[in-house]
């Protein structure tokens, strides 16, 4: 029978509760592979295995599985009877079918100890069968195939390749958490950095448009459509500054602008978090990148906030940053022109604002006040059409 094995990465660290984590790992990958790849994923002594389907397609599950998070690898491979002789021809069978293949290792994990030949001794005899049969060399580093064998209760696992997984925790078991979405390469990155932790991050993006609609059809909506990819069920919040910015215009000190901003995003995402259930925050902020993202504005923003803030890419390098954002296939999408809010901010920003200063800049612009109408305006993407929600 052919399969697809999964092994899983850091769950295999977990105790008590192991089995919630590969309980998540076994719902995202039930979700993308069964009925048309998989008939059904199985959990099996400490690994994942999924009898595969007669149509079954090897590139979409590996697409599919580019997308998942908690695997450290997986491989194609067949479900065998265990016992000695019948793994010798499975072995010998698997090693013909290589092509091009000179040098050849086997590797036995007897995971159920009560089979009644040493690993060891199984290596040697499986190996010795192979190169009998086949002509192959035996090479302990360097080979051109891997011949792997785990012995499970009552079956044997075999196959050829291993390839990496995504790593990271399970979809769905850290929670649920709301990034500050921009657009811009940072803020993809983030989220993606919080789902691959196993967040379930939904997202809020404030534009400068007077409706949503007018975001339909930008990057934002591409950029979304590109994370749920990873988290199918991560929504898309849309909300208006611009109560915010006629406030600002008339009240804001101009060094002081870029600051405030970040306070009143701060502010009101807290809000709309708390009404949603949402347990923290996340933001793409890279330590010193530019002006609101100096260690005093940042403490200034954030001062006194009741929800966590979750900033994944505090020490990365730009060029960290863009590296992840190329593979997980948002870098070019950020870099389309967007009507953002930069254009709007002061060109000399003040670098270290005290957290007094701000707090009370916050209380002359009358701040606390724009909070509750601006998310009456918060909208959520459905996929086609932007619908108002009440955020109570
Ligand atoms: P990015 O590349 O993600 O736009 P940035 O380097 O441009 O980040 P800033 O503009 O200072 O940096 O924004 C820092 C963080 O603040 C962003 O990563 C994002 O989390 C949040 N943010 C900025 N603008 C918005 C916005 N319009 N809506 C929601 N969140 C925003
Ligand atoms: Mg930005």
Redesign the pocket.
């Known amino acids: 029978m052919e399969i697809l094995l999964i092994h899983y990465s850091e769950i295999g660290t977990k105790g008590a509760n192991r089995g919630y984590f590969e309980r998540r790992l076994r719902e995202d990958l039930r979700a993308r592979l069964v009925p048309s790849d998989a008939t059904e994923v199985n959990i099996n002594d400490c690994r994942l295995v999924a009898p595969l389907t007669e149509g079954h397609d090897k590139e979409r599950i590996r697409r599919e599985l580019g997308m998942v998070f908690g695997i450290a690898w997986y491989a194609f491979g067949r479900q065998v009877p265990r016992e000695e002789e019948s793994l010798k021809a499975d072995c010998v069978a698997l090693a013909r079918a290589a092509e091009g293949a000179e040098t050849f290792k086997v590797y036995v994990k007897r995971v159920d100890k009560t089979y009644p030949v040493s690993s060891d001794a199984l290596c040697r005899s499986l190996g010795g069968a192979v190169a009998e049969e086949t002509g192959l060399k035996v090479k302990m580093v360097d080979h051109d195939l891997g011949i792997h064998v785990e012995i499970l209760p009552g079956k044997a696992l075999l196959f050829a390749e291993k390839t990496g997984g995504q790593r990271g925790m399970p979809r769905g078991s850290s929670g649920r958490m709301l990034?500050?979405?921009?657009?811009?390469?940072?803020?993809p990155v983030?989220a993606w950095s919080m789902m691959r932790r196993g967040a379930l991050v939904d997202l809020?993006?404030?534009?400068p448009y007077p409706t949503n609609e007018e975001v339909i059809g930008t990057k934002i909506i591409d950029l979304h459509r590109v994370l749920r990819t990873f988290n199918p069920k991560s929504a898309l919040y849309l909300i208006p500054h611009h109560r915010y910015q006629a406030a600002a215009a008339l009240k804001a000190p101009e060094a002081y602008e870029t600051v405030l901003f970040?306070r009143f995003?701060f502010l009101t995402a807290e809000a709309f978090a708390a009404s949603r259930n949402l347990l923290a925050l996340i933001?793409?902020?890279s330590l010193g990148?530019?002006a609101?993202?100096t260690l005093e504005n940042m403490a200034a923003a954030q001062s006194g906030l009741g929800l966590p803030v979750f900033q994944p890419l505090i020490s990365m390098d730009k060029e960290d940053i863009v590296r992840i954002a190329q593979r997980i296939g948002t870098f070019d999408l950020s870099n389309l022109p967007y009507k953002?809010?930069?254009s709007l901010m002061s060109k000399r920003p003040k670098t270290n604002v005290a957290v007094d200063r701000c707090r009370a800049l916050e209380l002359e612009l009358g701040m606390e006040s724009l909070i509750a109408p601006t998310l009456e305006d918060v909208g959520l993407w459905d996929g086609t059409s932007c619908r108002k929600i009440s955020p109570h």
């Open positions: 990034c500050l979405f921009s657009g811009g390469i940072d803020s983030a809020l993006h404030f534009h970040r995003m933001t793409g902020d990148q530019v609101s993202q953002d809010c930069c």
